[in-house]
C-alpha cells in the first residue's frame, strides 16, 4: 500500500486531528492503519504506550460496520471504553459486568456501534458468534494476541478459540495487537489467527534515553542507596516477595532519608493505593514493589528502575525497565542479580508440568545470555524482540566499560568434579575449601583433604572460583538440592568431558561502583 496516495489516509489524518486531538501519526501507527483501512489482516507488535489502540479505533469511525475488540480484562475494556466514549466515539462493552447487556445488543443489531468490547470467553462461544452476524463487522481487534500462544507469557485457552469465530467472518479483516512478542510467539499468533506473515508490522523497540546495567548483587540495599544518590528523581525498585519489598523499602528509608514506600498486593487496599497515588504524584519518591507495580500507571518521569533480583523473562525484563524514561529524558535501569535467583527460578522449573518445562527452561536460558552477556545489553534485548540492532549503543554498562572475557574451562572442570567427588550435597563455600586445600573440621571429617581434587587450584585461579560458580548456576550447569547443596545439571556432563569450554565475564574494577548515573 502506497500510504501517500492513499485518499483513505488523508481522510484518516483529519479523523486523528478532529476526534482524538493529534497532529500526526506516531511510529508505525499510519502503516497499520493503512493496512486495516485496506482490508488486510495485520499484526502489530509495538511497546506499551506506542498507542496501538488507536490503530483500530481510528478505522472503526471510518468504516461501515462495528469493529469487534476482543480483550482480556474487563478493567482495561472499562478504561478503553471511557476513553473511547470521550473522544464521541460509540462504543460499549459486553461483559459479565455489565447490566446494560441488552440495550448493547440491540444498538449493535441497530448498527450504532463503532467498538464492541467483549472478553474472549465470550467471543469463543457459538451463540455469540450468531449474535454478530445480526450487524456488518468492519473488523475484529484482538488485544493482548500474544495470549494466543502458549510459548507467551500469559497464554489463555480461550485465545485458541477465536479461529473459528474469525473464519465465520472470512472476509472481516483481523488486527492482532500485543506489546511482548518473541519471534517464536509472533509466529504462533500469526498462525492461530490466519494472519498472513507479511501481515506483521514491527514497531521499534528501542527505548535510548535508558540506560542499561546489570550487576552482581552483593548487598542490595547499599548499592540501591548509591543509585539513588547518583540517579535522583523518582524511582521504582522491583523486588521478587512481599517480605524482601517490606524489608527493603524500611532499610532503604533509613539509610536515604528519603520518601520511600512499599507496595505489594498483600498490603491493605487502601494503603496500596494511597502509596500508588503518592508515587505518582511525586517527583522524588521511591516505591519498592513486587510486579504487581506498574500495569496502567503513566507516570513519565521515572528516572530510575532498578531489579533486587532476576525478572522472571526478557520480555518482562523489558517491560518493566520500560516504566523509566516515558519523558524521553535519561534514565537508569539497573538489575542485581545473584546465581541463587536462577538456581531458585530452574529449580521451579523441574516442578512444573512436563510440556512447560522446555519452554521455561529456554526463557531462563535467554535471560542468563542477557545477564551473562559481555556485549551490548541492547543489542541482546533488540534481537530478541526480532530487530536488527548495532552491536554497540554506546547507552549500557557493557558499551561504557567493556568487561573482559576469560577463558575458564580448566577451573570449571576442576569445579564440576569437586562438587562430583564431594557427593553434590555441598555448597559453594565448602567445594571452595577443597579446592583450595584448606582444612576445616567438615573437610577432615568427611575425609574431603584425601580426594584428588583437594587443593589444586590457587593464585588468580582461586579469584575466579565465585564467579564461575555463578555463571555454572545461571547456566543450570550446577543446580541448587533441595538442602542448598551444589550438584550438577544442563551441561555439566559435557562441560567435564571437555566437549564444552566455558567462558565467563570478569567485570573490570572500576565497575565496582553500580548504577552509574546517566549523565553521558
Ligand atoms: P498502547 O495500547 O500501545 O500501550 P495506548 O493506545 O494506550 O498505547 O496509547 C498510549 C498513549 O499514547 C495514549 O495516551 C494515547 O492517547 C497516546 N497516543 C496514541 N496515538 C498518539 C498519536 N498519534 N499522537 C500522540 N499521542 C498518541
Ligand atoms: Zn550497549
Redesign the pocket.
Known amino acids: 500500500i502506497n500510504i501517500e496516495d492513499d485518499g483513505k489516509l488523508d481522510l484518516a489524518r483529519e479523523k486523528?486531528r478532529t476526534i482524538?486531538g493529534?497532529?500526526?501519526?506516531?511510529?508505525r501507527?499510519a502503516e497499520v492503519v493503512s493496512r486495516i483501512l485496506g482490508g488486510q489482516s495485520t499484526l502489530a507488535v509495538?511497546?506499551?504506550?506506542?498507542?496501538?489502540?488507536?490503530?483500530y479505533?481510528l478505522p472503526a469511525t471510518m468504516q461501515h460496520g462495528t469493529c469487534i475488540v476482543i480483550s482480556p480484562l474487563i478493567a482495561l475494556m472499562h478504561d478503553?471504553l471511557r476513553?473511547a466514549t470521550a473522544n464521541g466515539i460509540r462504543a460499549a462493552t459486553l461483559t459479565s459486568a455489565d447490566a446494560d447487556w441488552r440495550e448493547t445488543m440491540d444498538a449493535y443489531r441497530a448498527g450504532e456501534l463503532d467498538l464492541l468490547y467483549v472478553a474472549p470467553e465470550r467471543a469463543s462461544q457459538s451463540r455469540f458468534c450468531d449474535f454478530l452476524t445480526s450487524s456488518p463487522i468492519a473488523l475484529f481487534a484482538i488485544?493482548e494476541a500474544h495470549c494466543v500462544s502458549e510459548w507467551g507469557h500469559d497464554f489463555r485457552p480461550d485465545y485458541r478459540q477465536l479461529l473459528p469465530l474469525l473464519e465465520r467472518f472470512p472476509d472481516v479483516p483481523r488486527l492482532a495487537?500485543t506489546?511482548t512478542a518473541d519471534q517464536r510467539t509472533r509466529a504462533d499468533i500469526l498462525t492461530q489467527l490466519g494472519i498472513p506473515q507479511d501481515g506483521l508490522i514491527l514497531a521499534g523497540f528501542d527505548r535510548p534515553n535508558i540506560r542499561y546495567t546489570i550487576r552482581h548483587r552483593e548487598n542490595p540495599v547499599r548499592q540501591i542507596e548509591a543509585l539513588m544518590k547518583e540517579q535522583p528523581g523518582p524511582g521504582i525498585v522491583y523486588a521478587p516477595t512481599r517480605r524482601k519489598v517490606e524489608d527493603i523499602a524500611e532499610k532503604l528509608a533509613a539509610a536515604t532519608g528519603r520518601n520511600v514506600l512499599p507496595y505489594h498486593a498483600g498490603l491493605p487496599a487502601e494503603e496500596r493505593s494511597a502509596n500508588q497515588a503518592e508515587f505518582v504524584a511525586s517527583e522524588d519518591m521511591v516505591i519498592v514493589a513486587t510486579i504487581a507495580f506498574g500495569m496502567g500507571i503513566?507516570k513519565p518521569d521515572v528516572r530510575f528502575v532498578a531489579h533486587a533480583g532476576i525478572p522472571k523473562s526478557i520480555e518482562a525484563y523489558y517491560q518493566e525497565t520500560g516504566r523509566a524514561g516515558r519523558d524521553g529524558d535519561p534514565a537508569n535501569a539497573v538489575m542485581f542479580w545473584g546465581a541463587g535467583d536462577f538456581a531458585q527460578a530452574r529449580q521451579r522449573v523441574t516442578e512444573l508440568p512436563e510440556e512447560r518445562r522446555n519452554d521455561e527452561r529456554a526463557r531462563l536460558d535467554m535471560l542468563d545470555s542477557l545477564v551473562e552477556t559481555p556485549g551490548c545489553r541492547r543489542a541482546v534485548l533488540l534481537r530478541h524482540f526480532g530487530e536488527d540492532p548495532e552491536a554497540t549503543c554506546g547507552n549500557c554498562d557493557n558499551c561504557l566499560d567493556p568487561p573482559k572475557v576469560s577463558d575458564v574451562t580448566q577451573t570449571a572442570r576442576k569445579l564440576l568434579s569437586a562438587v562430583y567427588r564431594t557427593g553434590q550435597s555441598f555448597g559453594f563455600g565448602h567445594i571452595q575449601k577443597v579446592l583450595t586445600g584448606s582444612t576445616d573440621d567438615r573437610v577432615e571429617q568427611r575425609g574431603h583433604d584425601q580426594l584428588s581434587v583437594f587443593g589444586i587450584v590457587a593464585g588468580d585461579e582461586a579469584e575466579m572460583l565465585k564467579p564461575l560458580s555463578r555463571a555454572l548456576q545461571a547456566r543450570g550447569a550446577l543446580v541448587s538440592t533441595e538442602h542448598g547443596g551444589l550438584a550438577l545439571g544442563g551441561d555439566a556432563p559435557a562441560i567435564l568431558k571437555g566437549d564444552q569450554a566455558v567462558e565467563i565475564v570478569i567485570p573490570p574494577k572500576a565497575n565496582k561502583r553500580n548504577g552509574r548515573g546517566a549523565r553521558g
Not at 509495538?46 to 490503530?55: F, I, N
Request: glycine share 12%.
Open positions: 486523528l482524538f493529534f497532529e500526526s501519526f506516531r511510529g501507527q509495538m511497546p506499551t504506550g506506542a498507542g496501538k489502540s488507536l490503530t479505533q478503553q476513553a488485544d495487537l506489546a503513566d
